[in-house]
């Protein structure tokens, strides 16, 4: 059975998360194929070739795919799902939101963010914000699936696959790109960084975060929030990690001034270790937390940033 | 212009859930049901729009056992003006919903649906771009603002690096992220009002939808526990374990 793997990208690079559903594609056992959708992004498609157990890249270069708008990236699905047994995308807000009109169009089931291949029709998926997990069993027919990118390894690229171009398909006219406000940072993506440091409603204002940032520059690391973080209007909503926000599962995660909401921890339970600053030693975040300092973040975070400094980082 | 507002029966979001030992599903005897909460947003964005003379009409509909005419009741509290109930037993899932909420845009003709983006029961995200899908209109998910203009709709969507715009033609599909608005609580007044409000009750037979599931649930797992780990006094101690034995920095 053969795949189609859409990838997430920005025109020049590829990211990270393509490379991580390639790998859940390869666990269905056939071809796996990747769709590159977008503008001026030949460099992404070269990109895609290389990486591990991707037999074939199709480009579809044309403006009408610059920013993936969810319309006219359904159409251009589907004029190529013909020749596919499984489609998958990451679940990312691009995935997120044209896979389901393609799951839609083709008359099957979305199987929403797998976390594990079971067998090639069966996967693990998380309910109730990953308090619980379901194993489902696909009909036969096509799967369209998107999948949890934290819960895989990235495929290495250490491929070499043909880029073939294909034909854009039609414009259905419905919606178009306005503009967008997308965030400057110098610092990783959360969603791919190794350290996160994130901030909860202990921060007490957005000013604060600027104490998580002198750390997050030291450490290399991505900054994010809780919800309530968020909620109190400290930093935008694309910093939030929770089950409404994005999943992540970094290397290490530093949970300052945040409780642990059940809805934060389903955004990062999975992280590889885990590290909680709070002054309430009742906190739920020390019930999940591998390191746990009970202290006050206003003296703590300041004193990490000199121990840091001391250690050369 | 009318608007119609799907809303979910889902075990409320404070409730810690419970699987069940035979592994069959979640534990939902006697649990605190609510209205999910996406779902609150887009009553509100509809009903704000009523007051602002943009829609004539807010239709609240349902798919979900009898007791879901109560989370109707709740949307009549805040300010919809009817509902249609649609009765199923069992879970169905968003491809049937999104079948028989396409039946009844059909029959009502609505300019604008508005959806949670997500329910924080089963976690799909879909139905809101499934129905999008069947009817061949437009979408804007994740919904941070809406801005109606004349046969179309500006929709700012919250997006992983930030925030997007898209221009969309009526009549589409919107689903709501959380920082669309801040639902209103219903007020005593308004919940007698609402219960005065008709709800029509149908069966997803009335629309020509098969409910039956797709995907076949082999069971419903913990999943792995994460065990709570040591308390460092020190800011230097928490640094030297996270560099000497968890060796992540």
């Known amino acids: 059975m053969a795949s189609l793997v859409i990838a997430e990208h920005d025109n020049k690079v590829l990211k990270d998360a393509t490379a991580k559903t390639v790998s859940a594609a390869t666990q269905l056992g056939g071809p796996v194929h990747v769709l590159v959708a977008g503008s001026?992004?030949?460099?992404?498609?070269?990109?895609?070739?290389?990486?591990?157990?991707?037999?074939?890249?199709?480009?579809?270069?044309?403006?009408?795919?610059?920013?993936?708008?969810?319309?006219?990236?359904?159409?251009?699905?589907?004029?190529?799902?013909?020749?596919?047994?499984?489609?998958?995308?990451?679940?990312?807000?691009?995935?997120?939101?044209?896979?389901?009109?393609?799951?839609?169009?083709?008359?099957?089931?979305?199987?929403?963010?797998?976390?594990?291949?079971?067998?090639?029709?069966?996967?693990?998926?998380?309910?109730?914000?990953?308090?619980?997990?379901?194993?489902?069993?696909?009909?036969?027919?096509?799967?369209?699936?998107?999948?949890?990118?934290?819960?895989?390894?990235?495929?290495?690229?250490?491929?070499?696959?043909?880029?073939?171009?294909?034909?854009?398909?039609?414009?259905?006219?419905?919606?178009?790109?306005?503009?967008?406000?997308?965030?400057?940072?110098?610092?990783?993506?959360?969603?791919?960084?190794?350290?996160?440091?994130?901030?909860?409603?202990?921060?007490?204002?957005?000013?604060?975060?600027?104490?998580?940032?002198?750390?997050?520059?030291?450490?290399?690391?991505?900054?994010?929030?809780?919800?309530?973080?968020?909620?109190?209007?400290?930093?935008?909503?694309?910093?939030?990690?929770?089950?409404?926000?994005?999943?992540?599962?970094?290397?290490?995660?530093?949970?300052?001034?945040?409780?642990?909401?059940?809805?934060?921890?389903?955004?990062?339970?999975?992280?590889?270790?885990?590290?909680?600053?709070?002054?309430?030693?009742?906190?739920?975040?020390?019930?999940?937390?591998?390191?746990?300092?009970?202290?006050?973040?206003?003296?703590?975070?300041?004193?990490?940033?000199?121990?840091?400094?001391?250690?050369?980082? | 212009m009318k608007v119609l507002v799907p809303v979910k029966r889902v075990i409320d979001y404070n409730v810690k859930v419970r699987v069940k030992a035979d592994q069959t599903g979640v534990d939902l005897a006697n649990v605190k049901m609510s209205m999910n909460p996406f779902d609150e947003i887009s009553v509100e964005e509809a009903v704000k729009l009523k007051e602002k003379g943009k829609a004539t009409e807010v239709v609240a509909i349902s798919v979900g056992p009898q007791q879901a005419s109560e989370t109707i009741r709740t949307a009549l509290a805040m300010g919809a003006d009817r509902g249609i109930l649609v009765k199923t037993d069992g879970d169905v899932e968003p491809l049937a919903v999104a079948k028989i909420f396409k039946a009844i845009c059909e029959a009502e003709q609505p300019g604008l649906v508005i959806l949670g983006k997500q329910a924080i029961d089963d976690d799909s995200n879909q139905t809101g771009q499934m129905l999008a899908a069947l009817l061949g209109w437009p979408q804007g998910t994740f919904a941070h603002k809406l801005e109606l203009a004349d046969g179309s709709a500006n929709i700012e969507r919250e997006i992983d690096g930030g925030l997007q715009t898209v221009e969309v033609k009526l009549p589409a599909i919107m689903t709501t992220d959380l920082r669309l608005n801040t639902p209103r609580y219903a007020s005593l007044p308004n919940i007698m009002k609402a219960k005065k409000k008709p709800i029509d009750e149908k069966t997803p037979a009335d629309y020509g939808v098969d409910t039956a599931p797709r995907l076949k649930v082999l069971k419903v797992t913990e999943p792995p526990k994460r065990q709570a780990g040591v308390k460092v006094k020190t800011v230097s101690e928490l640094l030297d374990k996270l560099k000497n034995e968890a060796g992540v920095i």
Do not use: W
């Not at chain 1, 199987?111 to 998380?126: A, G, M, N």
């Not at chain 1, 369209?144 to 398909?169: C, D, H, L, P, Y």
């Not at chain 1, 414009?171 to 990783?188: A, N, Y």
């Open chain 1, 40 to 313: 001026g992004c030949g460099a992404v498609a070269e990109a895609a070739a290389k990486l591990a157990g991707v037999e074939k890249v199709l480009l579809a270069d044309a403006p009408l795919y610059a920013k993936l708008v969810a319309e006219p990236v359904a159409e251009l699905i589907l004029s190529l799902a013909g020749n596919y047994d499984a489609i998958l995308a990451p679940a990312t807000t691009n995935g997120k939101n044209y896979l389901p009109r393609v799951a839609a169009r083709l008359d099957v089931p979305q199987i929403s963010e797998i976390l594990k291949v079971v067998s090639p029709d069966t996967f693990e998926r998380p309910i109730y914000a990953g308090n619980a997990i379901q194993t489902v069993q696909a009909p036969a027919g096509k799967k369209v699936i998107t999948v949890r990118t934290t819960a895989f390894k990235a495929a290495e690229a250490t491929g070499s696959a043909a880029v073939e171009n294909v034909a854009a398909a039609a414009d259905p006219g419905l919606s178009k790109f306005v503009g967008e406000e997308l965030s400057k940072s110098e610092r990783p993506e959360l969603t791919s960084a190794k350290i996160i440091i994130s901030g909860g409603r202990g921060m007490q204002s957005g000013d604060n975060f600027h104490l998580l940032e002198k750390i997050a520059d030291r450490l290399h690391a991505a900054v994010g929030a809780s919800r309530a973080a968020v909620d109190a209007g400290f930093v935008p909503n694309d910093y939030q990690v929770g089950q409404t926000g994005k999943v992540v599962a970094p290397e290490l995660y530093i949970a300052v001034g945040i409780s642990g909401a059940i809805q934060h921890l389903a955004g990062m339970k999975d992280s590889k270790v885990i590290a909680a600053i709070n002054k309430d030693e009742e906190a739920p975040i020390f019930q999940v937390a591998d390191y746990g300092l009970v202290a006050d973040l206003f003296k703590a975070i300041p004193e990490m940033d000199e121990e840091l400094a001391k250690l050369g980082y």
